[in-house]
């Protein structure tokens, strides 16, 4: 099938009949994130019938809250993690030339304020293009202070005394979460595949030999059951991975330590260049990135370690100023509380280590387990890796005997709404519409395309119905925090434009007004975790 076509998705009577079918799928994969969004697009690539379940919406979680960067990871090259830089920096590579749409080279300045910084890092950041290979975005190099303050005009020249000596420029990847997730999903439509949201797995079968054989589920929209028989089953459920291993085997010993990141919108002034800025050491060794994005600035990310699994969760303690002091101490304006305008914190599944504390010691690379009963879990990695994750996953099953044996082909897969290699997008790389690729003309098609709704996000009456009619978007959250990007551009002005979109939503999926009141008011609620508590 063509991955640029934008013929209609199934209705969700059509999605939830396709549950009822009584043959087995080859694959399900519960979760529809990152990880299991990648998986399903590489077995169904590989010709098995594949059906993903996601509970919530795709990219709920984590996968909607991340930096926007598709990076090899600078720390881990500093600390002599060569082998998963080299992996990343591969698939940032891929993920580059199949999603040019969704993903664009962005540079980064690395200020230099003593001696030995500059060339500490510019000597690390050439073996990071080293790493890259013939898939390297740019080449690094050395700044003069001048040049330092010309491409990064927002940075102070001197802090805590220190006088700002240099910098080095290098490159990685920027991309749009939710958007690429979004993209996957159609992509894995385009293979034959299936995917459903808002249905969650309340129970796992199994075969008269004690094998894990199928879900059983539950319509979180009106309570339909069913049970759903597959030949291998796959856990990607990110930071819940262990709720559902608790299914298989209720002894299973926890896998997750979470980790809570943080990150803050502020207006693009903040930083009007077209380069980021990293500070690669804060004063507790963590990572400062000031990144541009959607015409906005975002800065992040804090690393804290949580207990408690929250579906919404919302900065602890000392987080934001964490961040408002820290980038006050690099900014020539200061940022405060009143300058953000929308402030979010995800959880990363961070793989558990049994006698370390210290979320910051524990491993980002991503890890596979086949239970006795042959359910596959997967967790921690990141975005940038998702594809080989995916790929390692699908290869685990053959492995196993729980899939025939069939070759990868992700990595050469193109994704849904990418233009044919060298074709020029239809919008600007890095700008709302440059999402959409391929499938911007049938958008603009549609009524509404020149009514604004969010200017922060570029939301128009035409983008609500494009989600509503070919993105499975089914909830004002859908549109306004991931099929769109307003929430956590200008979390204001999404609640200004929520009752419209509920209109407009309810007149698509053939909804009464009590149902625009609902999604309403689960949207505030949500949309209160995107708003700054009180000081």
Known sequence: MNPSTSDAMPSRAELLARLETSDPWDVIIIGGGATGLGTAVDAASRGFRTLLIEGADFAKGTSSKATKLVHGGVRYL???????????????????????????????????????DQPFYGVGLKVYDMLAGALNLAPSRWLSRDETLTHARTLAPEIKGKRLRGGVLYYDGQFDDARLAVSLMRTLFDQGGTAINYVR??????????????????????????????????????????????????????????????????????????????????????????????????????DTARQDLPADPRPLPGE??????????????????????????????????T?????????REHTILVSKSGLITVTGGKWTTYRKMAQDVVDTAIENQLLPQAACRSADLRLHGAPAPGARLAAPQGTPDSYYGTDLPALRAL??????????????????????????????????ARRNRALFLDAEAAQLAAPEVARLLAQELGHDAAWQQRTLADFEAVAATFRLPPA
């Not at 964490?322 to 304006?333: D, K, N």
């Not at 006698?355 to 491993?363: D, I, P, Q």
């Open 447 to 480: 009524p509404g395309a020149d009514r604004m709704l969010v200017k922060a996000s570029g939301l128009t009456e035409a983008h609500v119905r494009y989600a509503a009619r070919h993105e499975l978007a089914r909830t004002v959250e859908d549109v306004l």
């Open 78 to 116: 500093a600390q002599g993690n060569i082998s998963l830089v080299r992996e990343a920096l591969h698939e940032r590579g891929l993920l580059n030339r199949n999603a040019p749409h969704l993903a664009w080279p962005l540079g980064f300045v690395v200020p230099a304020y003593s001696l030995l």
């Open 320 to 353: 934001v100023e964490f961040i408002l002091e820290t980038a006050a101490r690099y900014l020539t304006r200061k940022p405060t509380r009143a300058d953000v305008t929308s402030v979010w914190a995800g959880l990363r599944p961070l793989v558990k280590a």
């Open 355 to 363: 006698g370390e504390a210290s979320t910051k010691s524990l491993s």
């Open 201 to 302: 797995v309340t129970g796992l079968s199994r075969d008269a030999q004690g094998r894990v054989d199928g879900v059983q589920t539950e319509d979180a929209i009106d309570g339909a059951r069913h049970a759903i028989r597959g030949k291998c089953i796959v856990n990607a459920t990110g930071v819940w991975v262990d709720a559902v291993r608790r299914m298989d085997d209720p002894a299973a010993q926890t896998m997750v330590a979470p980790s809570q990141g943080v990150h803050l919108t502020l207006p693009r002034d903040f930083l009007p260049g077209d380069e980021a800025i990293l500070v690669p050491k804060t004063d507790d060794g963590r990572v400062l990135f000031m990144v541009p994005w959607n015409g906005h600035t975002i800065v992040g990310t804090t």
